[in-house]
């Protein structure tokens, strides 16, 4: 009797998850049409059967919709046997003819040795312009086959673009010490993409003397090879410079800026240096050698006067054309006019960011500004009053777009509370107008229905300047309940710093996730520290990943050195570790931060810079900043400016941003609290 109503059991239970599973994907087909037979070819290669997999392609190519359609054709075109993979590449193209698919065509082909249909398939094809991958199937081709046209071909496609991957090794496959001049060119191009700079620079004015060979790519692989191989710095940069009179218009930028260059690396020719950028700047044929011309005029003016580079900015801002670009000059400017106690000259470049350089640059001129305003080391004009215009300034650097950190400590220095509070992490990001695509966001989240997460990340970089942040929190979401917490992760992290509106919460958290949460809320209880800080050094240094190995060595979620780890082991009477286990790596980074902070009077943010550069080096620059600031209780977010270590600044912000954060929005802390917390 108990036998029978088992088997009873088991039969009715066959039968309800049959009826679920039939009424489920009858919902499915409803809502996705004809797009079904795509994803449920996707389950039928998950499962093993490749017959009905290809039959279910090739009825989606037919029927689905232009996205769903494409990619059933192109998965098709992995499948089957060669002469298959070749019929259905062809069609690819047919179907969709752009750049992508004449990619995919030329490959498939190739690889099968079909050589003389891939001159066929590419022929008109524009050299000047295509990917560089296309022409490498198409020469390699023509190669093989005896093409005549070929030797012509390549040299046109190695001389009018950059030299990169495919023409370095489409030379690699066809040079044989051939006398044609030509290949004298393409074995200098090639010296100089190997970083070959000495044996490139031997052969530098020779290649010159060729008129044939004077286009923009070789002057500026001249320049390179002069400036890395060769001791003959001043006599190279004035040999640059007397060419130029005599050089096509197109190729004089390069000629000047690499002279430019040459000047600068001399250390005794500034002036000349500073000069040559300004002529390049003149001679710059589009809007990228512009910048980068200016920007080192820029850095080469930084090195004579701070003062100096910061009016340059006056004269040159509204030239520019792309103000992210100068980014990393105005950190270096920064620093600078700090160290030499140049205020009101910070003032004034503060007052000239903003509208010019990027958005993140302007708030962080505006926050230090408003700050030395406060700390009475900038003399306002007597009409101005300090507590209106740092008011102003920290209002200004809370608008910043994606930088956490200045918009967290303008909040705590303006004392928001509630809804302001909540409208300072809710409103970050740089606004972008993106119109959504709802036919790219329903195959999108079909991939989600259809339980097929694999494919969802690569997708979803392919189609994010379409999808709107609804469709971006449900990917995300769907993405964290399957395990992909660190696709998850960068998928909501990317959105909220370039949102389309107001940011979720939930997108908020999961791009600020709560993971290990028994070993951190375990390793914080018993060393005294703050969960929101031992997140934020998490999520900082690994992303939450327990396998991260940094270039230096360092190890797991708190990324610990060896010997580091050795310390505290040994500290905490533990004799067997694996720093990639998870809770371990937790509990010995979270009692070295602890420690550290013990180390540092009890201040979390030195130890955090600790953490970073090591607590002598903190020491040494807390002694100095406060010289330089003369003072001997230099605020910490000033102290954090006048550091020397790019990288450590910015590791800095990073974990008090990310900290902030999670006490936001799991410790009911308003950013004003948890700054001021981290920051006393």
Known sequence: MKRMRTIFFCITSFFICVSWSCAQNNSLQKKYGNDTLYYLALNSLNEGNQEQAQRLLNEAAKKASPLAARR????????????ERIEKSILLYKTFPDEDSLLAAAKQLFSSKEYARVISLTEGLDLKACPDETAYYRLCSMHKKNDSRFQADFFEWCTVRSFQNFHYQLYCETFSAQEHENWKLLEFRADVYAKSYAAAARNAKAILEKKQFLFPQVLSDVGKSFLYGSPNVLENALYLDSLSNSLPAECVFYAQFYAGRLYDKSGSYGSRARSRFISAMEK?????????????????????????????????????????????????????????HLWNEFYKTALLADGTAGRETAAKFSYISARLIQGGFIQLPKSTDPEEESERLFRRALESGSDLYYRFLSAEKLRLKGHAADQAVFSLGNRTELKADKQAEQFLLGYADFGLCE?????????????????????????????????????????????????????????????????????????????????????????????AISHAGATGLTQLMDGTAADVARKLKVAQYDLKDSATNIRFGSFYLEELRRRLGGSSFLAILSYNAGITRVRSWTKSASLEFATESLPKDLFLEAIPFGETREYGRKVVSAATMYGFLYYGKSPAETVEEIMK
């Open 72 to 83: 059933a054709l192109e998965m098709s075109a992995s499948l089957g046997t060669v002469q």
């Open 455 to 547: 494919h969802i990340n690569g997708e979803y970089q392919k189609l994010q300047d379409k999808i709107g942040m609804d469709c971006t929190l449900k990917i995300a979401r769907f993405l964290n309940q399957c395990g992909k917490e660190q696709e998850s992760i960068r998928i909501a992290s990317r959105r909220i710093f370039s949102p389309d509106n107001d940011i979720p919460r939930e997108l908020l958290e999961l791009a600020f996730p709560q993971r290990f949460k028994d070993s951190v809320a375990s390793s914080c209880r018993d060393f005294s520290q703050p969960e929101y800080l031992l997140y934020g050094l998490i999520r900082s240094e690994s992303f939450f990943n327990p396998e």
């Open 284 to 340: 710059a044929e589009n809007a990228e050698h512009f910048d980068t011309a200016l920007w080192y005029y820029l850095n080469a003016l930084l090195k004579v006067s701070a003062a100096q580079a910061a009016a340059a900015v006056e004269t040159y801002a509204p030239r520019w054309h792309d103000p992210l670009y100068f980014d990393d000059f105005f950190e270096t400017l920064s620093v600078r006019l700090l160290s030499l």
